[in-house]
């Protein structure tokens, strides 16, 4: 079966440090990936996605995720963070199955 | 508007009691799928269905039971063969080949 590795468990930053929050998956064939997020108490949103063409991804809130096929990885980034970012973050990768496989997310506290 | 409602929010069942979590979607999205969320451990995949009348046993079904009787409902039985039963249940439905999926608010399922 898939698997999903998301290297950081916790991170902690202070605001304006920058982030990259690592993801590598192992199927080696055709894949859709995706960053969500989960906010303290709230429901899993989605951050961006990538299905083809440009593998240099942007999604909401300045994110954004470089998909490089030959390290199989999806790393998350975002150049400057917010204390609105503490959160945790899921990566996920879609393969030839029928369900989203989820790496086991990645807690975010951003200091003040 | 359109979305998923997961229902109730929190609920609290006693050891040895089957209790059913309620999905329903107003997307008009083929596939939908239950997920448990616990703390470090991401999101596993119980079940999914990609058309109604028919679903599939996910990485962790074991203790757990499904129905699709209906595209807009897809309704999760926690039963008292699941050993480890407290946590948090997401459902999510997409219209298929991976794209676009759409995930509920949640329920906190505490077993006492």
């Known amino acids: 079966a898939q698997s999903v590795s998301q290297h950081n468990h916790h991170v902690i930053l202070s605001e304006a440090a920058s982030l990259e929050l690592g993801c590598n998956y192992s199927?080696?064939?055709?894949?859709?990936l995706f960053w969500y997020v989960q906010y303290p108490g709230q429901h899993l949103q989605l951050l961006l996605k990538?299905?083809?063409?440009?593998?240099l991804v942007k999604g909401i809130k300045g994110f954004e995720a470089e998909f490089i096929k030959s390290k199989f990885s999806f790393n998350l980034r975002k150049p400057s963070v917010q204390w609105s970012d503490t959160a945790e973050y899921f990566c996920?990768?879609?393969?030839?199955?029928?369900?989203?496989?989820f790496g086991k997310g990645t807690s975010l506290l951003v200091t003040p | 508007d359109g979305g998923i409602t997961q229902s109730p929010k929190y609920l609290f069942r006693k050891e040895g009691q089957n209790v059913t979590l309620s999905c329903e979607q107003n997307?008009?999205?083929?596939?939908m799928y239950w997920y448990r969320q616990d703390p470090g451990q991401g999101l596993r995949l119980i079940y999914y269905?990609?058309?109604?009348?028919?679903?599939q046993k996910g990485d962790i079904a074991e203790g757990y039971s499904v129905s699709r009787e209906k595209k807009e409902s897809f309704p999760l039985t926690v039963t008292s063969a699941q050993k480890n039963p407290t946590a948090f249940y997401l459902c999510?439905?997409?219209?298929?080949?991976?794209?676009?999926?759409?995930f509920g608010s949640g329920t906190r399922l505490t077993v006492v």
């Open positions: 999510a439905s997409s219209p298929g080949q991976g794209r676009g999926y759409t």
């Open positions: 199927y080696g064939g055709t894949v859709n």
């Open positions: 990538y299905f083809s063409g440009d593998p």
């Open positions: 996920a990768v879609k393969d030839s199955g029928y369900a989203l496989n």
């Open positions: 997307l008009n999205h083929d596939a």
């Open positions: 269905s990609q058309i109604v009348n028919d679903f």
